[in-house]
């Protein structure tokens, strides 16, 4: 709320997950390129700097950012104006930088692995996100949040938020966060007669959920496939060919997967 408040609430809100690219790919995500700026820039492509202009840029995983690009997005804090790779001249950005991190980036910069004048740039204002085992009263919120995008439905999504289920996973302490959350709804979907885990073992204490409740293969497949696509989709903003490089597939074939997925109208 406080955020929508700041004047950029009609503005669009980019969010690129910095932890989930490959280091070579970081700064034309970012920053965008042109076309022959490097092997393979067959096009020229906006950033997530210049998708999210007159709005907010979301950066999670800032503390991942490579040691080599940090000055350049210091560059556009300072003056205001980012430069796609391959462009002569930088041109005006005006967008609203949000950052995420699990990680100390004052230990960081005491490593050497963050530009110091960066970081207080970007330390104005700090908003301590509390760790999924001081919430549990979140989880139920989360699993709901969580099985709609995996596309859960019916007897499956039952199982999963069943009170005693619920129970075991507000009793783990998740030191993997929402991600962790997320990858044992994954595995329960995919193996739900797996047994108990013992007390000892880092994982959820949940109960086996039965035999009898394993789905056929072609509904845990179906599941895993529509989570993967949606996964591709975010990791690309949503731009179905480069999801569809990225799959090594054709766009034809991934244009046919999105929409037996129901998916083609979200983009």
Not at 3 to 12: Q, S, W
Not at 45 to 60: H, P, Q, S, V, Y
Not at 111 to 136: D, H, I, N
Not at 202 to 228: I, K, V
């Amino acid at each position: 709320g406080q955020v929508d408040g700041l004047g950029r609430h009609k503005g669009p809100f980019i969010a690129l997950d910095i932890g989930g690219l490959a280091p070579e790919q970081i700064e034309s995500e970012l920053f965008g390129h042109e076309k022959g700026s490097f092997p393979g820039a067959t096009r020229e492509r906006r950033g997530a700097i210049e998708l999210a202009e007159g709005g907010t840029l979301f950066l999670d995983e800032i503390g991942k950012l490579p040691l080599e690009i940090q000055p350049r997005l210091l560059r556009l804090l300072e003056h205001k104006q980012n430069r796609r790779i391959g462009q002569s001249r930088p041109m005006a950005a005006d967008v609203r930088l949000i950052v995420g991190t699990n990680r100390s980036l004052r230990a960081e910069v005491n490593a050497g692995r963050f530009r110091s004048e960066l970081y207080y740039r970007l330390a104005v204002v700090e908003v301590r996100m509390p760790p999924l085992r001081e919430r549990p009263e979140d989880i139920p919120m989360l699993v709901e949040h969580l099985l709609d995008r995996l596309g859960v439905r019916g007897p499956a999504r039952a199982r999963l938020t069943e009170p005693a289920f619920l129970e075991g996973l507000a009793n783990h302490r998740w030191p993997g966060n929402v991600r962790e959350l997320r990858h044992h709804l994954e595995q329960r979907l995919a193996h739900p007669d797996d047994p108990d885990e013992d007390e000892d073992d880092d994982g959820p204490p949940t109960r086996a959920l039965g035999a009898s409740s394993c789905p056929p293969l072609h509904e845990a497949h179906a599941t895993f496939e529509r989570a993967y696509l949606l996964d591709l989709l975010e990791a690309c903003r949503h731009d179905v060919a480069a999801a569809a490089r990225l799959a090594g597939v054709d766009r034809l074939s991934f244009d046919r997967l999105l929409r037996r997925h129901g998916l083609r109208e979200r983009i």
